[in-house]
């Protein structure tokens, strides 16, 4: 369950009361713009308006850190790869192994971006409930589609991981125990197939159950956002500091 | 006697890939002022017969009558759920939307209300079935008596002319029942409700449908009918003095 939590989204911070859909458009244009950079000063620039966002959100630090910890757990692999098969000049060598320069260039700027992004989607998305993203992406023209989309499997996750331990628990108490047997492959294939035909049965009786309350096609809201003055100052900085990113991007000379 | 609610017309369906059809040449009648249960073994159309009149599910042969027009095809059946509203068997199923407030009003939004209007009729129907301050609360978090109550009012938001409930009662405690009995006493609407639980049945309608494949048998209601009657009840209800010589064993453990 722990997994499909939101640690993030309750709080009463700035960060917490601006529009979604300013913090949507934002953190786009963030995360392209960094995704692309190939500059350190961009990219360090952007690693500070990051974490002036992360000021402004108040998350409990510990949190924040435990999922960078976990980040950049997976960029460790890069790591132990990228510096050894980049091509260039050499730098020094580990028994058959030789690491580049760019190699290690490379993979620095790789792990500064991730953070960069993640630190970004912290305190800008993650500080958003699920539920009223949706809402912010419908109104911002998301197609239905993707919407409807997003918040079903919001839904209906927990549903599906309570059918996915209700069957676990039903092999367990039969004294199923996993190990590395054809006899165990079986089973969990079993189990997978069976949770895909209950999902797929679960979403036919929750389509006619919401056609017999009327549904056709369209999603209306309850929720009507509303712009204040706080937001058209947070999008114009922000855009501002997206700017100098860009220029600094463009302009100071590459390390690459 | 008026014109029937709903008719369903010497019907004829069958699962695809059946050996047998649920029903053949089938008729069902409900009145403007009919409280029925349904009752039958297992297997014997009850959920059927409640998807076939929403339209759920089309009949091979026959006709549906509803409100009395003939329904066939998909936009015959769009004003027909605005109207009957259908309690499903798991409320998992029914709510969707991730808070109450909001579930509940997705009906009156599909209806064309506007959101403070929806707002408004999800708020006064949640406290009429006593769920006051629920609004906010989010659906897959409730117990499983708040998620059926909370169906209901879905249902009911939409305010519809006639209700189909499926085994509304199923996995609910004894007090959670008599709120149930309580709201159903008091529905001004007809409705039909299918149960395997004599008792509930005898609080809640005067007049039972037993079904079966090519008729359906409309008795008055009487307990100890039902509750004799092993065909037509659980077998719950038969295994009921069983259940009570283990209780009586229970106590010397």
């Known amino acids: 369950m722990s997994g499909i939590a939101e640690p993030f989204s309750e709080g009463q911070s700035l960060a917490h009361r601006l529009d979604p859909r300013g913090k949507i458009v934002v953190a786009a244009l963030f995360a392209t713009i960094i995704a692309v950079a190939q500059s350190l000063a961009a990219v360090l620039g952007g690693l500070a308006l990051a974490g002036l966002w992360l000021l402004l959100a108040r998350l409990p630090a510990r949190k924040v850190l435990g999922k960078l910890l976990a980040v950049n757990s997976f960029i460790i692999f890069l790591w132990l790869v990228l510096p050894f098969s980049y091509p260039g000049e050499p730098l020094f060598t580990l028994g058959p192994l030789t690491a580049s320069r760019q190699g290690i260039w490379f993979t620095a700027l790789i792990t500064l971006k991730s953070n960069a992004i993640i630190i970004g989607l912290i305190a800008l998305i993650a500080t958003v409930p699920v539920v009223t993203l949706g809402q912010a992406l419908h109104s911002l023209r998301l197609p239905n589609k993707l919407c409807h989309l997003l918040l079903f499997t919001y839904r209906y996750l927990y549903v599906f991981e309570e059918e996915y331990q209700r069957l676990l628990t039903a092999m367990k108490i039969r004294g199923f125990r996993p190990r590395t047997n054809l006899h165990t492959y079986r089973s969990y294939a079993y189990l997978a197939a069976m949770l895909l035909v209950r999902s797929s049965e679960r979403a036919e009786r929750v389509f006619q159950a919401m056609l017999c309350r009327g549904f056709r096609g369209v999603f209306y809201s309850l929720r009507t956002f509303s712009w204040q003055r706080q937001d058209g100052v947070f999008l114009a900085g922000s855009l501002l500091a997206l700017g100098a990113l860009v220029l600094a991007e463009w302009r100071l000379p590459r390390l690459v | ?253």
């Open chain 2, 1 to 253: 006697m008026s014109e029937p609610l709903i008719s369903v017309d010497r019907i004829t369906f069958a699962y695809p890939g059946a050996a047998k059809p649920v029903f053949q040449d089938f008729s069902f009648q409900l009145g403007p002022h009919d409280h029925l249960g349904l009752i039958g073994p297992n297997g014997s159309g009850k959920t059927t017969l409640l998807h076939l009149i929403m339209g759920l599910l089309r009949p091979q042969a026959g006709r549906i009558i509803i409100f009395g027009r003939e329904v066939r095809t998909e936009p015959d059946f769009v004003p027909v759920r605005q109207q009957v509203g259908l309690l499903f068997q798991n409320a998992d199923d029914q709510l969707f939307c991730p808070t109450v407030l909001e579930d509940v009003a997705f009906g009156p939004l599909n209806l064309g209300k506007t959101p403070a209007e929806a707002r408004e009729i999800a708020l006064t129907t949640l406290e009429q079935l006593g769920l006051a301050g629920f609004a906010d609360r989010v659906t897959y978090k409730l117990s499983g008596g708040e998620k059926r109550l909370v169906s209901l009012a879905t249902i009911l938001a939409m305010q519809p002319k006639v209700l189909l409930l499926d085994e509304p009662t199923t996995g609910l405690d004894e007090a959670t029942k008599h709120r149930l009995i309580h709201i159903m006493q008091d529905l001004p609407i007809p409705f039909v409700v299918v149960s395997h639980e004599p008792n509930f049945l005898h609080s809640t309608v005067r007049h039972c449908c037993h079904l079966h494949t090519d008729f359906c048998e409309i008795k008055p209601m009487r307990l100890e009918e039902l509750l004799n009657e092993r065909d037509c009840c659980s077998p719950g209800d038969s295994l009921k003095p069983v259940m009570v010589s283990t209780n009586v064993v229970g106590p010397a453990e």
